[in-house]
């Protein structure tokens, strides 16, 4: 069974920082790239950065480019996403997401995942 699960998610001041963990079983990271999305209330899910498969390319979108870094872990099974200088419209539930791909590409389409964990709830407010 596949599973993708997040932690790490909590309340941080404006400009602080947090590290979203996302632990994936059941599949080969070979075979798979790694997102990270976050849904804001009211508002559609957005991909926020993502790693694909093998050579572990990494992509951000504009609006996170410079403040967050996605890697994976020594154990190849955690993906994270390490978030500074966060900002109020950071707030959000931030999923994890796989998509089977051999591809650079990142498509930051949510219909075009295969699997998404449960959310982790980041909130950046004074």
């Known amino acids: 069974q596949l599973q993708l699960v997040e932690s790490g998610g909590g309340l941080v001041q404006p400009g602080g920082s947090l590290r979203l963990s996302c632990i994936v079983s059941?599949?080969?990271?070979?075979?798979?790239?790694i997102y990270w999305f976050r849904q804001a209330p009211g508002k559609e899910r957005e991909g926020v950065s993502c790693?694909?498969?093998?050579?572990?390319?990494?992509h951000y979108v504009l609006s996170v480019k410079d403040r967050f870094t996605i890697s994976r872990g020594n154990a190849k099974n955690t993906v994270y996403l390490q978030m500074s200088s966060l900002k109020p419209e950071d707030t959000a539930v931030y999923y994890c997401?796989?998509?089977?791909?051999?591809?650079?590409?990142?498509?930051?389409?949510?219909?075009?995942?295969?699997?998404w964990g449960q959310g982790t709830q980041v909130t950046v407010s004074s």
């Open positions: 997401a796989a998509r089977k791909t051999l591809s650079n590409l990142c498509i930051y389409d949510p219909t075009r995942v295969d699997f």
């Open positions: 059941g599949f080969s990271f070979d075979d798979y790239a």
């Open positions: 790693i694909t498969s093998g050579d572990d390319f990494t």
